[in-house]
């Protein structure tokens, strides 16, 4: 079909459609997904400079916040918590990491088929 201004209107088929909506889907995760790495990262750092600070301390008793409320705790045990809740964050991150890259190959496929068929006609770009 062509239209007045020169420019060619390709048929949008269902499948089409569906491959839209799912490149649509998998943006909106990949934001979501940025900024849980954001997140997770920030977490990261904090427990670095709380590891940090526990080692610049002379105290064996450390106050150390467990939900909303401080605790005195054992520097060794609030070494040991840090240090676990270290590794959780970095296996969490890794995870987010997984997923973000499995997203932007899967959008990238989604891209180049539906560039193929549509060509300029549609534009998945992010402005």
Known sequence: MQQ???GSETEVTWEDQQNI???GRLNNRL???E???KIAKEANENFEDA???LILTDEEVVRFQIGEVFC???K???EMRIEKMQETTAKHLEKLTDEKESVLAEMAELKKILY???KDSINLEED
């Open 4 to 6: 007045a201004g020169g």
């Open 76 to 78: 060794d045990e609030v």
């Open 31 to 33: 934001h979501e997904l």
């Open 116 to 118: 193929g068929k549509f």
């Open 51 to 53: 590891s940090n600070e």
């Open 21 to 23: 909506n799912k490149f």
């Open 72 to 74: 005195h705790v054992a």
């Open 35 to 37: 900024d849980e790495i």
